[in-house]
Every structure is written in structure tokens, then in C-alpha cells.
């Protein structure tokens, strides 16, 4: 729930150029993403200790080696956050909707023509193919948000923020657990490599879905600034073209 807290967040002291709340919010943003990685790793840890196959094998490699993106994927999303939050939206999409496949689909590539491509090898290359997009995010966002001191929120500010998070997060899980259910049951009844199979198919349905993500990932940002600004005709406008631009493209998927 962090990103779509910040966009809101960041979004509305846009309006008033209140550099120290966004650099504030960015800070506790940050602090959250780490302690939230260290308890995932260590549950991570804790699952493969008590699983039947030894550690060095390729399912547990591949499960450690994927730990990894979880603190880079979320460092990077919540930087892309801050710059949609600051009307920066075509910036704010590029590390995570075009840096980071074009790297990994290059690196997915090259790798099998060097030694052979193993699933702990596809997992780190994913890794390191967040890794380069969070960089461009950091330099980014440098280049856009002014070096000015953060603000250190009170405790009722930071208990409103974990409040506003907390229904933002359930949602985002319920709609990332909406896209993979099908995949854990059937992992439940068939063989690995038919699970692979299905994968893709199913990425294939959500691709015809894409545009209606990247519609809310830039109209999120205006919709909050809208409403800062109190102004209801042009959000009521903005809101009409999306829901018209959703329906449309993915009619167009479809057919």
C-alpha cells in the first residue's frame, strides 16, 4: 500500500510545493520497505529450513536468490510513486514498466548463449534487472526532487499514514493474489512444468488487460491532485475518459 499512499501524499503537497512533507513521507516510506524485506527474508528463511529438500537445492536456491527483489522491486515502486505523486508521470512509469523487462528480456537472451540457464539463474537475473531500474530511479528522482530537509512527521501523522496504508495494502493483495490463485491450486495438483505452461498463458490474459493498468497508474496521480484542488467538474471529466479508455482497449484485447 506504500506507492498509492505516497502518490496521494506527494500529490497533495505538491499543490503546495511542501518539499519537507514529501522528502518526510519519502523517508518513513523507505524505513517501512526495509523493515518489511528483513521480516520476509527471514520468514523465507524459516519456510526453507523446515522443508524437506536440502538447501542447496534449485527450488530453495531459487527462493533465496528471489528475496532479493523484493527490497528492489518495492524501493524502486515506491521513487516511481514520488515522481507520479509530482506529475512526472511519464518518468514515473519508466524504471518498472519499460527498464526493467527490456534489461530482463536482454539478459534472459544473452545468458542462455554464455552456460546454461538455470531457474536460481533466471531468478538473479531478475534481481539484478531491478537493480539497474531502481538505480535510474534514485537518479530520477535526484534530478527532480529538491534537496531540502524532511520533514520528521508527529506520531499522529505517522499512525493517519499506517491507517490510509492498511486498506491500500489489502487491496493491492487481494488483486495480486486474484492473478496468481490459479497458479498456487494448480501447483497444488499438477507438475511443475505444467504450472510453467499455464503461467505463461495466464500472462498472456493479463497482457490483454495492460492498458487498462497503465490508465490507472497515470490517472492516479491527476485524480489526486484534482481533489486536493477541490475542483469536481474536471475530476468527474477525467474519471469518464478513463472509465471510456479502460472499456475500450480492453474490448479491443479481446477481439
Not at 15 to 28: A, L, M, Y
Request: charged share 10%; aromatic share 6%; glycine share 6%.
Amino acid at each position: 500500500g506504500l506507492p498509492q499512499l505516497l502518490t496521494r501524499e506527494v500529490s497533495s503537497a505538491h499543490v503546495d510545493h511542501n518539499w519537507e512533507k514529501i522528502n518526510g513521507i519519502f523517508s518513513w516510506s523507505k524505513k517501512w520497505v526495509n523493515s518489511l524485506s528483513a521480516a520476509t527474508l527471514l520468514a523465507v528463511l524459516a519456510w526453507i529450513m523446515i522443508d524437506p529438500q536440502p538447501l542447496n537445492s534449485g527450488k530453495s536456491m531459487t527462493l533465496l536468490v528471489g528475496v532479493a527483489l523484493i527490497p528492489l522491486v518495492a524501493h524502486g515502486k515506491i521513487r516511481s510513486a514520488v515522481l507520479a505523486g509530482m506529475q512526472q508521470i511519464v518518468k514515473s512509469q519508466l524504471p518498472e514498466a519499460l527498464l526493467r523487462p527490456l534489461s530482463f528480456s536482454i539478459l534472459l537472451f544473452v545468458t542462455p548463449l554464455l552456460f546454461s540457464l538455470t531457474p536460481a539463474i533466471a531468478m538473479g537475473l531478475g534481481a539484478l534487472s531491478a537493480a539497474i531500474s531502481l538505480v535510474w530511479a534514485i537518479q530520477m528522482l535526484r534530478s527532480t526532487l529538491p534537496k531540502t530537509a524532511a520533514a520528521i512527521p508527529s506520531k499522529e501523522t505517522r499512525r493517519q499514514w499506517r491507517g490510509s496504508a492498511i486498506p491500500m495494502a489489502l487491496a493491492e493483495s487481494m488483486r495480486v493474489l486474484q492473478g496468481h490463485l490459479s497458479v498456487l491450486a494448480l501447483g497444488l495438483l499438477a507438475t511443475e512444468s505444467t504450472v510453467g505452461i499455464f503461467r505463461v498463458a495466464s500472462s498472456s490474459a493479463v497482457l490483454i488487460g495492460f492498458p487498462i493498468t497503465i490508465a490507472t497508474l497515470v490517472g492516479a496521480p491527476t485524480i489526486a491532485r484534482l481533489h486536493a484542488q477541490s475542483d469536481p467538474v474536471r475530476l468527474q471529466k477525467l474519471l469518464s475518459w478513463l472509465a471510456l479508455g479502460m472499456t475500450a482497449s480492453l474490448v479491443l484485447g479481446m477481439l
